[in-house]
């Protein structure tokens, strides 16, 4: 008699299901997300601009649902299934090459002793990289999320921001400090070696991070990969502004270049919003390959209330012998 291997979306599932069938005094469920939808120009630099809807101009819309349960002696187990939204073309994940749950999916294990997940984890890079710019983890709008992650291999970080068949453990903080660890062999199509480390410092007024990530791939077919990169992001609230700073290298050795990736920013609170502001710059040499790239943007948010802001944002953008872009883009951002 043959047996199938389960997936690890039915395994999720199935946890979830169990969760929420247990003894639902120590069972806790609750969802949430954020939904940005915004309209407006967007031409980054070297494209054709394009007027549209867009589901990430801020934070990047997604919904997602967690399951825990205590167990004794300090013990819970949890699942996190999370999945991103596209408003311009009413579909699931970040494009069609996504898995259904695109964002978080996992199980995990945490006690006094810190936490361990397996499964589809986002990577601490880009954790770091939102955390310590201005305008967190917009794709579309940041100078650092769009250098580190979404200019091209050549010039950002190799492989996604999401990385399967990942694990990962996290220490208890001590006194507002936290170290992280990962591993991933990714998706079946192109299994390798990923491995990331951060420590997070969070001290009051102040915070830190240093990351580091290593991807290794070489499966005789595509190009092999050989690729280090290292990061580190600082922030400190003054009250009248708070300030950003990040600083990312990375080498590659498969495809032969180098980068050096910096950013600033500030976030100011004016009447009943905060403008924010960052510039980045990126420079990127090897043996065929002399790029850099600049860019500016700057977006002003409307707190309408606790959970719901609206927002302009715009952006300039220019890499060097190619066209300039100019975003422009208002919209709504609910968090739940």
């Known amino acids: 008699m043959m047996h199938t291997r389960p997936s690890r979306h039915s395994l999720i599932a199935g ?70 939204v596209r408003f311009q073309d ?31 984890l986002q990577t601490y890079l880009f954790d770091a990289t939102a955390r310590f710019n201005a305008l967190g983890n917009s794709v579309a709008f940041s100078p650092a999320i769009r250098h580190v992650f979404a200019a091209g291999n050549l010039e950002g970080v190799q492989g996604d921001f999401y990385w399967n068949r990942a694990v990962s453990y996290s220490t208890p903080n001590w006194e507002g400090v936290t170290a992280n660890l990962m591993y991933s062999q990714g998706q079946n199509d192109a299994r390798g070696h990923r491995a990331a480390a951060s420590l997070i410092v969070s001290k009051g007024l102040f915070g830190a991070a240093l990351s580091a990530q290593r991807v290794r791939r070489n499966d005789g077919i595509i190009d092999p990969v050989s690729e280090d990169t290292w990061q580190a992001g600082a922030t400190y609230n003054f009250g009248i502004v708070r300030v950003f700073g990040l600083f990312t290298r990375t080498r590659d050795r498969g495809l032969e270049v180098n980068s050096k990736l910096s950013s600033g920013g500030v976030a100011i609170p004016v009447g009943p919003g905060t403008l924010q502001a960052q510039a980045g710059r990126a420079t990127t040499e090897g043996v065929a390959v002399e790029r850099k790239h600049t860019s500016v943007s700057a977006a002003y948010l409307y707190h309408y209330d606790s959970k719901t802001d609206v927002y302009v944002v715009g952006m300039d953008d220019r890499v060097r012998n190619q066209t300039k872009g100019v975003s422009l883009a208002a919209g709504v951002r609910y968090r739940f």
Do not use: I
């Not at 939904?35 to 990047?60: I, K, M, V």
């Not at 167990?71 to 819970?76: A, H, M, Q, R």
């Not at 009413?90 to 069609?96: Q, T, V």
């Not at 749950?101 to 006690?111: K, P």
């Open 90 to 120: 009413w579909s699931l994940g970040r494009s069609g090459n996504d898995p259904f749950f695109s964002r978080n999916a996992f199980v995990s294990v945490s006690s006094k002793y810190g936490s361990v997940r397996v499964g589809r």
């Open 15 to 84: 946890l979830l299901s169990l969760v929420a069938s247990g003894a639902q005094a120590q069972a806790e469920l609750s969802t949430q997300g954020v939904l940005d939808l915004s309209y407006g120009r967007f031409e980054p630099s070297g494209f054709y601009r394009e007027h549209r809807f867009n589901s990430n101009s801020l934070t990047a819309s997604f919904v997602g649902l967690n399951a825990k349960y205590g167990l004794e002696g300090g013990y819970s187990v949890g699942a996190t299934v999370e999945s991103f």
